[in-house]
């Protein structure tokens, strides 16, 4: 068992684990940590515990120092830096006549670079515009070339459910989303519900997928015919939720709906098909491009 404290970075749901030191860190402490990118300002998420070496990447960094008033200061100063700082890139940008839109940026915790993040829809050559930034900013700069979901991850927004996104708010990771996910909850596969802010399949459709896959093994398919306590039907529709199948039962002078527990529906069960239903739709491949 190795002893750790978990540690969240601004803007990053993501928890990253590092070596308490001998010190004691309570949840919500600000401390100063060092990482691949320099010295950076955290916040502890995971006060101390002990984990299976195998769910650490050895060797592990240590918490430097619990954050001072000073250090405080100094975030605070370059959050307010970064209008001005966007304004100005901007401008280089338009000078350089480059197709690129500018996302965010952010200041080093030590002042020694500042980072830009932009999107575009190919390859950039920006070298002019790193010198122009230099110019102007006189400090080291970077260019990052991120994804349309990425920039939601950075800017954030409301969601079709009316709370802010995943990706902003609770998601540490980008989760593999696909068509077939939508397919086996029954929604619409009309790319307006089942896309994000970002434009592409939402997150969310991942969260509750090993359930409804395994219910779609247990229930038969719109459309198709089944045999009922009552007789032969036709499954007008399916609740994977109550588990409950609506047919339509057709008699000699009139038509029956009745609902049924899946369980007391016989039908037969074919082969899961090759390909998803929508996957040769263009606008349905969008979503599921990166």
Do not use: W
Request: with cysteine.
């Amino acid at each position: 068992m190795e002893k750790i404290v978990g540690i969240k970075f601004k803007n990053s749901g993501k928890l990253y684990y590092f070596a308490p030191g001998g010190q004691t860190y309570e949840k919500g402490t600000d401390v100063i940590v060092e990482t691949s990118r320099g010295i950076e300002f955290a916040t502890v998420a995971v006060p101390e515990l002990e984990v299976e070496e195998e769910q650490i990447v050895s060797p592990l960094k240590p918490v430097v120092r619990i954050a001072t008033d000073r250090d405080r200061e100094t975030v605070k100063r370059n959050e307010e830096r970064k209008p001005e700082a966007m304004k100005t890139a901007r401008e280089k940008v338009e000078k350089c006549g480059l197709v690129m839109k500018l996302i965010d940026c952010e200041f080093a915790f030590d002042g020694s670079k500042v980072v830009f993040y932009f999107t575009a829809d190919g390859r950039v050559d920006f070298r002019e515009l790193v010198k122009e930034l230099s110019s102007a900013f006189r400090m080291r700069i970077e260019l990052r070339q991120i994804g349309i979901r990425d920039e939601i991850k950075l800017i954030g927004g409301i969601a079709p459910c009316g709370r802010e996104c995943c990706c902003k708010s609770c998601m540490p990771d980008f989760k593999k989303v696909s068509i077939k996910m939508a397919k086996n909850q029954g929604l619409s596969l009309n790319p307006g519900k089942i896309s994000g802010l970002c434009g592409r399949l939402m997150c969310c459709l991942a969260y509750e997928n090993e359930y409804y896959a395994e219910a779609c093994k247990q229930v038969p398919k719109v459309g198709s015919e089944v045999q009922t306590p009552e007789g032969k039907a036709h499954v007008v529709s399916v609740n994977m939720l109550k588990m409950e199948v609506k047919v339509k039962i057709e008699q000699r002078d009139s038509v029956i709906y009745r609902d049924f527990p899946a369980d007391k529906i016989t039908f037969r069960r074919g082969p899961s098909p090759a390909r998803d239903e929508g996957e040769d739709d263009p606008e349905l491949k969008k979503l599921v491009q990166e």
